[in-house]
């Protein structure tokens, strides 16, 4: 009697290993050279700014430390006198917080603007809640954190604890500031 092999087992053993390297190795194919099947690599649609600073610490001074007090801040920066295009951003700042529906209450605006002083009338009628403040050391901090090449002014987020976390372009779309904003807060331990 001779122990010779089943050719069956050896056929069920290669479609049993078929089975399983097959889809891993299709997938490794459509990752690597797949072209549009690539994944992006990213989610959000406002800019991370890294290395993260801390107002708090960089801006001696800074008015800001009294007012995040646990909360995230949004900051809407425009250093020319508030016109059209400033009071459209922060009409902006006003509909993006409340698009955050129940987690609204997280989400504090502030205008940090130029010299000149913004109509304090239409701030308290149209913006309540909303705190103007100028602070020359935050505006220069801001300037050397916004990514080369972006336009001036636009949009800020700053953690709980003082962080300058993020940067939107003023013409990013308010929905993708949103969504970015909706993620941050479902995972934030923080505020």
Not at 21 to 28: K, Q
Not at 115 to 122: G, K, L, W
Not at 163 to 169: D, G
């Amino acid at each position: 009697m001779t122990d010779r092999p089943d050719p069956r087992g050896r056929r069920q053993l290669g479609l049993l290993a078929v089975i399983f390297f097959g889809p891993l190795a299709v997938a490794a194919w459509l990752y690597y050279q797949g072209g549009d099947l690539q994944p992006e690599g990213r989610a959000n649609h406002g800019v991370l700014l890294e290395p993260y600073v801390n107002v708090d610490t960089e801006v001696d001074g800074a008015p800001l430390a009294a007012l995040h007090d646990g909360a995230w801040l949004l900051l809407y920066a425009h250093d020319g006198p508030c016109e059209a295009e400033c009071r459209d951003g922060l009409y902006t700042t006003r509909q993006m917080r409340l698009m955050l529906g129940r987690e609204m209450d997280r989400l504090g605006r502030i205008f940090l603007h130029g010299p000149e002083a913004p109509d304090t009338v239409f701030l308290a009628a149209e913006h309540e809640g909303l705190v103007a403040l100028h602070d020359g050391g935050l505006a220069d901090l801001i300037g050397t954190k916004t990514p080369a090449g972006a336009r001036p002014g636009g949009y800020y987020l700053i953690d709980p604890i003082g962080n300058l976390v993020m940067y939107f372009p003023p013409d990013l779309a308010p929905k993708d500031i949103v969504a970015d904003l909706k993620r941050l807060l479902k995972l934030s331990r923080i505020g």
